[in-house]
């Protein structure tokens, strides 16, 4: 029950964070120079003033601010993110939803690849405190945090790409000859052109759980109850797992969850780097564009992701916290 | 009066010779050295760099590295060496600027959160909780394609869209402050909510404060160097680590030496203010220090 008022609470306070977010993200977009217009209008020599009032009055850009703002919103609520400014005129849902995948995927990937390396690593590097083992990871674990993603990414390409030319250096899948392949092969084709990216975008996140892991792990067992739990005897192998390892990711929850703007961050550029068609390469675009719209839409559908991670971290952190989940802990 | 009162209120980190704490650790030490090579690279730029960074050479264009050009050469014939060296300048001083923006706003906003608290504090912090929901680098795309590209600009910017972390640690150190007794003390002995906050209780916070400083240089010049290289950063002619990157992803298979060595130098500064953070960060707090289980 305590859970659930818990729940309940949070979801209550997401309204007005997300109302934040579109307002913030409009002021934006509004206050600074340029519009949609000016990029199909400005070097058209057969517009006319007129055509142009006519053309930001069919837009809608000609009312004022608040009333756009009111507009968008009304829209949103039925889950309407408008139409695109480009020529096209398509919804911007439709454009945002056949490139969402690619990106969900990849990110989802990196998430998986950096708990996969990052926990054990972090682990083993507290139970061995101090150890050689400790000292090599620590500096590594810098090394990796400080190298820009970008670069690494470039390194990669010229090694395993260029160099070696075992990995495909851009795009989802083959070119040449893509129509040709049975399921498996394609399967096989968007493993390999996915590897490097998966790579480059878990990279910084590795290094910063791992860190973060084998600090919060080194916290707790320095706990009286560690100790208690060795004195009884047990297996040093169940104190560390069991006793130990449980409360270490707790905060781990927390920490997860804040890096997920982060890591969607990081899709734009590792998504122009490989030429990967995600929705960092649509935000790129339509931010060139002054695309409004599409990207009000793109930083709505970002930060509604990154919300939602919060909220399951939230959620991941009182089931495997019973002080929360018990209600015992009244202060927030 | 006086006296006691000036006892109470000198909080215990001012007596510890943390200093000499940090000396102890290897990696701090070479952080330090680190960032000190920097400053003065970046300072002596001019009398350092072999060739005018901006000084087109045809005949020596795309040369590998060698002794008239120990890192070679660009598209344009441009010696690397001289452009990296002058390249420093640029991401010290857009990394250095951006946090201290970065700085102020998040002390003045977290203690004007914590040292008032109830709705003030509410209004604050839950607008630091949007600001965190943003993948950082889209706002700052979103604002840097609007405006002007300029180095201004990117600091400001960086500056404006980084200052979260030192918000909540500045609020954090002011809610567990007010309610001392030296703050109490001051009050009884007439001195002004100012003053409270900024004599008595903000000392209190330098520590922590520095440390987030130092390591938000690191996460600053990493970020101008990404945007420089996504070509809304700082712009070409002048040098910047994160734009000669993007020469060198143009010519990836022709010069290896182009996305080398950029690269390399921004590794070796973020890493440099990593450390040093991270080793102050030990220094500094007594937790830390006293179980003598030093990092």
Redesign the interface.
């Known amino acids: 029950m305590a859970l659930f008022l818990y729940l309940i609470k949070k979801i209550f306070t997401l309204g007005p964070t997300f109302l934040g977010i579109t307002l913030i993200s409009f002021m934006v977009m509004h206050l600074a120079p340029g519009e949609p217009m000016s990029l199909q209008t400005d070097f058209n020599p057969k517009m006319t003033p007129e055509m142009r009032e006519r053309l930001r009055a069919q837009y809608g850009l000609d009312r004022p601010l608040h009333i756009q703002y009111l507009q968008w919103l009304k829209g949103m609520a039925v889950l309407d993110l408008g139409l695109s400014f480009s020529p096209d005129r398509r919804p911007v849902w439709d454009k945002i939803k056949e490139r969402l995948p690619v990106t969900l995927l990849i990110n989802v990937l990196a998430i998986g690849l950096i708990l996969v390396i990052a926990v054990p690593l972090g682990v083993a590097a507290a139970v061995r405190h101090n150890s050689f083992f400790d000292q090599v990871t620590t500096v590594l674990v810098f090394v990796a945090y400080a190298a820009p993603a970008f670069w690494v990414a470039l390194l990669l390409m010229l090694y395993f790409g260029v160099h070696l030319g075992w990995l495909p250096i851009s795009g989802l899948h083959s070119l040449m000859g893509y129509e040709q392949m049975s399921v498996w092969e394609k399967l096989l084709d968007w493993c390999r052109h996915l590897i490097l990216p998966v790579l480059v975008s878990a990279l910084g996140g590795l290094a910063g759980l791992s860190r973060y892991t084998r600090s919060s792990m080194l916290e707790v067992l320095r706990q009286d109850y560690i100790t208690t739990a060795r004195a009884k005897g047990l297996p040093e192998k169940k104190v560390i797992y069991k006793h130990a390892l449980r409360n270490a990711l707790l905060p781990l929850i927390t920490i997860l969850g804040l890096s997920i703007p982060g890591l969607i961050g990081g899709s734009v550029i590792f998504e122009s780097i490989f030429a990967i068609p995600g929705v960092g390469q649509l935000m790129w675009t339509s931010v060139m564009a002054r695309d409004y719209h599409l990207l009000m839409g793109n930083l709505v559908i970002v930060s509604v992701l990154t919300l939602l991670g919060n909220q399951l971290a939230d959620i991941g952190y009182a089931l495997a916290d019973p002080r929360i989940r018990t209600g015992v802990q009244v202060e927030d | 009066m006086k006296a006691i009162n000036h006892q109470i209120t000198k909080s215990p980190n001012h007596q510890i010779p943390w200093l000499g704490q940090l000396g102890n650790n290897p ?1 701090a030490v070479a952080g330090l050295l680190i960032v000190g090579f920097l400053c003065i690279v970046a300072l002596s730029a001019p009398w350092l760099a072999p060739y005018d960074p901006q000084a087109i050479d045809t005949w020596h264009i795309l040369e590998s590295p060698s002794m008239a050009h120990l890192l070679g050469t660009d598209p344009l014939g441009r010696d690397c060496l001289s452009r990296l060296i002058y390249g420093a300048r640029i991401s010290l001083l857009v990394g250095i600027i951006a946090v201290g923006i970065a700085t102020v706003i998040g002390t003045t906003l977290g203690a004007l959160a914590g040292f008032y608290g109830k709705w003030i504090d509410g209004l604050i912090m ?2 630091v ?11 700052i ?3 840097i ?3 002007e590209p300029s180095i201004l600009n990117i600091m400001a910017v960086i500056g404006f869209t980084s200052w979260m972390g030192v918000a909540r640690l500045v609020r954090a150190e002011f809610m567990s402050l007010r309610q001392r007794d030296f703050v109490l003390a001051a009050r009884i002995s007439g001195a002004s909510n100012a003053r409270i906050a900024f004599s008595h209780i903000l000392p209190n916070a330098v520590a922590p404060i520095l440390v987030a400083t130092t390591l938000g240089v ?1 996460g600053a010049i ?1 970020t101008e ?2 945007l420089s ?2 070509g809304i950063g700082v712009q070409p002619p002048t040098p910047s680590w994160g734009n000669m ?1 993007t020469e ?2 143009d010519n ?2 022709i010069a ?1 030496w182009l ?2 060595f ?2 390399l130098a ?6 440099g203010y ?2 040093l953070g ?1 080793g102050l960060r030990d220094a500094l707090d007594p937790r830390i220090r006293d ?1 003598g ?1 030093n ?1």
């Open positions: 990696l839950r607008f909780d949007i600001i965190l929901c943003f993948p950082t680098i889209f706002l795309m979103a604002v394609a609007f405006l690191g990493l160097s990404a290289f996504l990157l060198g992803k990836l298979e290896w996305s080398m950029p690269g921004i590794l070796v500064t973020v890493l990593n450390l991270e179980s289980k990092n």
